[in-house]
């Protein structure tokens, strides 16, 4: 089936490798990519691309309407530790991107939004371990705040004018394909370049900081057979929780010591410290399970020997 794809904030870490996985799956032309700068090579040469602002509802209208777009996956965002730092910026990207997609829908002029939510939303409060699906947030950083009151809104836009919406909390993510982009859970990436580059590294969490991770494949998966599920088979429409692995930087550090023997680590906790700890240790994913199937495939051991081999070459 031919599909009409728009990817907001398709730059990003997660929306290069998304791109990618969605011009693979349905032609290179069906997927028009989109960010505020150009991105890899590899992108810009694959498909189609356009310069956008994700906070132009204009310019996202006219882009939707000259390619015929079906589908919005908004990938734009900005991250824990960046958004700490420039908090009207972030609240004003996070929110009005999404109201510009959502009303864009609401107006049926697309059919169906993906819209990334965090573990973010939770906060020091929420119970640590196995996190409910339903369970107090109170976010205590802006980026939270901002995820949060996002998965209001696409409930309340799912329930009050049947925009079809779908949504995952994702964990922090893993990738060696592209650099991290200013979150707390950065230091997973990090410290493989740090590994391999220097056999040592300096970790801005403690040792005992257990934090949900995820390998970016099963990310990508999870993203694209949520929105390729029945939407009568969706029972959330705030978002999924998502989970796949909790692990500390300590452990981390041990995976990769199985590889590298004389890796060293280091730990100076800075201001990341007090978002983590406001961050549950690992999540209940039993809907996403349960709707559609979700079942992560990359663990701990896995995600450190693809990373390693990988970035060595």
């Known amino acids: 089936m031919q599909k009409s794809i728009l990817i907001i904030g398709a730059c990003g870490q997660i929306g290069t490798e998304l791109t990618m996985a969605l011009r693979e799956k349905y032609g290179n032309d069906s997927v028009v990519a989109s960010d505020i700068r150009e991105g890899s090579e590899n992108l810009m040469r694959s498909g189609p691309f356009e310069l956008l602002d994700a906070t132009n509802y204009e310019a996202i209208e006219d882009v939707v309407m000259h390619y015929e777009i079906a589908e919005v996956y908004l990938m734009a965002a900005m991250l824990s530790a960046t958004a700490e730092k420039f908090p009207m910026r972030a609240w004003n990207l996070n929110m009005n991107s999404l109201f510009n997609v959502l009303n864009l829908a609401k107006e049926k002029k697309i059919d169906k ?3 990334p939510s965090s573990i973010a939303v939770f906060g020091p409060n929420t119970p640590k371990n196995e996190t409910p699906q339903h369970t107090l947030m109170e976010p205590s950083t802006v980026y939270g705040i901002s995820k949060q009151s996002g998965e ?3 409930e309340y836009y799912f329930k009050k004018f049947g925009v079809d919406v779908r ?6 993510l893993i990738s060696w394909k592209t650099q991290p982009g200013g979150g707390t859970t950065d230091y997973a990436v990090e410290i493989f370049h740090k590994a391999l580059s220097e056999k040592k590294y300096t970790s ?4 005992e900081t257990k934090l949900p991770m995820m390998y970016m494949d099963d990310a990508i998966r999870a993203t694209i057979s949520l929105m390729d599920a029945n939407n009568g088979d969706l029972s959330i429409r705030s978002s999924y929780n998502l989970g ?3 692990f500390t930087p300590e452990e981390l550090a041990a995976c990769i010591q199985n590889h590298i023997p004389d890796f060293e680590i280091r730990y100076e906790p800075d201001f990341r410290q007090e978002i983590a700890n406001s961050w549950p240790a690992s999540v209940d994913d039993a809907k996403a399970s349960q709707d559609w199937g979700w079942a992560p495939e ?8 693809v990373m390693l081999r990988n970035l060595r070459q």
């Open 113 to 115: 939004i993906f819209w």
């Open 152 to 154: 209001r809104w696409c």
């Open 167 to 172: 949504s995952v909390r994702y964990p922090g």
């Open 204 to 207: 801005f969490l403690n040792e």
């Open 244 to 246: 796949a692995m909790s």
């Open 298 to 305: 990359f663990d701990l051991g896995k995600t450190t020997e």
